[in-house]
Structures are given as C-alpha cells and as structure tokens.
Antibody, heavy 121, light 107 residues
Framework: QVQLVDSGGGVFQPGKSLRLSCAAS????????MHWVRQAPGRGLEWVSL????????YYTDAVQGRFLISRDNSKNMLYLQMDSLRLEDTAVYYC??????????????WGQGALVTVSS | DIQMTQSPSSVSASVGDRVTITCRAS??????LAWYQQKPGKAPKLLIN???TLQSGVPSRFSGNGSGTDFTLTISSLQPEDFATYYC?????????FGQGTKLEIK
C-alpha cells in the first residue's frame, strides 16, 4: 500500500533554512506528480507546491514563491522541500501528498503523516 | 484563485443522524471537487473525488453530489468514527484551493 513518511521538521529561527523530506513507497513514485500541503495550527489546509512526475515543472503558492524549492529524486523515491528565509507565518504542519494521477494531478489521494515546522525567535 | 466556501463551519449531530455539508465555489469548477476527512492530529484522507466518486474503502454512507459551483457531502447515518473535520477542495483551476472546513461534533 502507499506509504509517505515526512521528516525534517523542528523549531527554526526566522530567516533560517531547512529541508523537509518525504520517503515514498508502495507505488511507482516516478509516475506521479507530488505536492506539499501545509496546515497552520488550528487552521485549514493550504496547497504549497507541486512537482511533476519527471521534475520538469514546479509550481508554488505566491506566499512561498522565491523562498521554497521543491525537488525529487526518483531513484531514491524521495520528495524534498527546501525552505529558505523562513517567516513566522510559515509555522505549520507540512504534508507531502501524492497526486491522483495524470487525469487528477491536483487531487491528493495519499498523504504523509506531516512534519511540524515551528518558526520562532 | 477560486474561493471555496463551506457551510456550516461546525455542526453538532448524533449517531444515526443524516448530515449534509455544502461547498460553494466562487466560479464554476465542473465536477472537479474532492472531499477530505481529517481527524485531530492526523493527515487528511480523501473520501470523494470528481464530486461523487467514492474512494476505495470509504463506506457507502458517504456520498457526494453537485457540479458547477454548488456541491454537497452527505453522511446518511452518522457513525462514531465520522466525527471529524471535513474539507472540500477544487481541482479545476490552478492553484488548488480548499474550503475552510466543517467540524462535525457529537451532540
């Protein structure tokens, strides 16, 4: 079965950097677009970033454009989110999520358990 | 961006009740709507996609309906495990956007 395991969260100061990782298994990782979705404490869900199956295209929400970089290593079944110039408002649980396939690229049919990122001085 | 508005924001109900949650899109999204269930401290779970297609393993008491701008999620007979927060999400236009959530609580 599909398994996504998020890691790399913690407490970080404003302006610092971190990299989140997502280890995927149970499906052909290289065939699916992948996403990061975040949820601030007590708030709703917010899509953050998308990378296509072959890493040819990446997309970001405006709030992180220019600060975050999504990447993947299909040989290792790994998804990453490099987060630079952290802001207080980046505090959230970050979930990696698998797309529903080429006909449902922005449907999230499997999710990781989440990694909590706290930005605090 | 397309705005998704859910109503109500919270609802109290009893085991066995029938509950309907509404989701409205700020512009037409055809049938590109998904519903997710999230329990406290857990990741969301996809229940329904393309407005009415039940994901494998999701109980048949869950159903989705609608197209264009107005959608509903109905739980026909609430079970104890259904008390959670539900989110709609549009997948018609980029970026994908979610509703603010509907918290389903035990009466």
């Amino acid at each position: 079965q599909v398994q996504l395991v998020d890691s790399g969260g913690g407490v970080f100061q404003p302006g610092k950097s971190l990299r989140l990782s997502c280890a995927a298994s149970g499906f052909t990782f290289s065939s699916y677009s992948m996403h990061w979705v975040r949820q601030a404490p007590g708030r709703g869900l917010e899509w953050v970033s998308l990378i296509t199956y072959d890493a040819s295209k990446m997309y970001y929400t405006d709030a992180v454009q220019g600060r975050f970089l999504i990447s993947r290593d299909n040989s290792k079944n790994m998804l990453y989110l490099q987060m630079d110039s952290l802001r207080l408002e980046d505090t959230a649980v970050y979930y990696c999520a698998k797309s529903g396939g080429p006909a449902a690229t922005t449907i999230f049919d499997s999710w990781g358990q989440g990694a909590l990122v706290t930005v605090s001085s | 961006d397309i705005q998704m508005t859910q109503s109500p924001s919270s609802v109290s109900a009893s085991v066995g009740d029938r509950v309907t949650i509404t989701c409205r899109a700020s512009q037409g999204i055809n049938s590109w709507l998904a519903w997710y269930q999230q329990k406290p401290g857990k990741a969301p779970k996809l229940l329904i996609n393309k407005a009415s297609t039940l994901q494998s393993g999701v109980p048949s008491r869950f159903s989705g309906n609608g197209s264009g701008t107005d959608f509903t999620l109905t739980i026909s007979s609430l079970q104890p495990e259904d008390f959670a927060t539900y989110y709609c999400q549009q997948a018609n236009s980029f970026p994908p956007t979610f509703g603010q959530g509907t918290k389903l609580e035990i009466k």
